[in-house]
């Protein structure tokens, strides 16, 4: 089926640490992208958005940047906390088609 | 305001029963989404309903179908169940309005396991 970023990678980090999270999506006409986390046993969580019209945009810890150029989402986590383990999502849409097609996912491991 | 809510939560059935989960959006949400979720194919996009019309489907065989009901309320059956079946089934709802892209937030899933 369709997919964006067809690895599934774990990171592992120091808990402190900053975390960056890389994805690469498949549909150059994408205008919208979600990052979500999900824990074990639970639903994706919606983290951050962006639209294709900018390139970065932040929130409470996190950080979103888009590259439009090479199709590249990443997504930052500052300080990173032991609640912040989980598989991170990203996810595109384009306008008019009314799904999203999702990533395989990061497995993010923070040590303590 | 509630979330997304799915039932039933977990569910075992045999290989060529059917299945019907269901899935309540959040209060205001018109359009509903179902995923299968696996460990080898990741989120998979199964089917979109926004105000009763299936807008899109994804790449699943005719077995699988759902419906919108007018309250926004959705169910999706699966019919002669296989063992490939078994997976997390995920409703997500959106407040997108027509031709827009909407945030779709998630329920936590129904897991079926096909024995």
């Known amino acids: 089926g369709e997919s964006v970023g067809l690895h599934l990678p774990t990171l592992s980090v120091q808990e402190g640490d900053n975390s960056i999270i890389n994805c690469a999506y498949s549909n150059s006409a994408s205008d919208y992208f979600i990052w979500y986390k999900q824990e074990s046993g639970k639903g994706p969580q919606f983290i951050i958005d962006?639209?294709?019209?900018?390139d970065k945009r932040q929130g409470q810890r996190v950080t979103v940047l888009l590259n439009k150029t090479v199709k590249h989402l990443s997504l930052q986590i500052a300080a990173t906390q032991p609640g912040d383990s989980a598989v991170y999502f990203c996810?595109?849409?384009?306008?008019?088609?009314?799904?999203?097609?999702f990533g395989t996912g990061t497995r993010l491991k923070v040590l303590a | 305001k509630a979330g997304v809510t799915q039932t039933p939560r977990y569910l075992i059935k045999t290989r060529g029963q059917q299945v019907t989960l269901s899935c309540s959006p959040i209060?205001?949400?018109?359009?509903v989404s179902w995923y299968q979720q696996t460990p080898g194919q990741g989120l998979q996009f199964l089917f979109e309903?926004?105000?009763?019309?299936?807008?899109n489907k994804g790449n699943f065989p005719g077995r699988f179908s759902g419906r919108q009901f007018s309250n926004s309320r959705s169910e999706m059956n699966v019919s002669t169940l296989e063992l490939g079946d078994s997976a997390l089934y995920l409703c997500?709802?959106?407040?997108?309005?027509?031709?827009?892209?909407?945030?779709?937030?998630f329920g936590p899933g129904t897991r079926l396991l096909v024995l």
């Open positions: 997500a709802s959106s407040s997108q309005l027509a031709g827009a892209t909407g945030t779709q937030y």
């Open positions: 209060s205001g949400h018109r359009s």
């Open positions: 996810a595109e849409n384009t306008s008019g088609t009314y799904k999203y097609i």
């Open positions: 309903y926004f105000s009763e019309t299936q807008r």
């Open positions: 962006i639209r294709s019209n900018m």
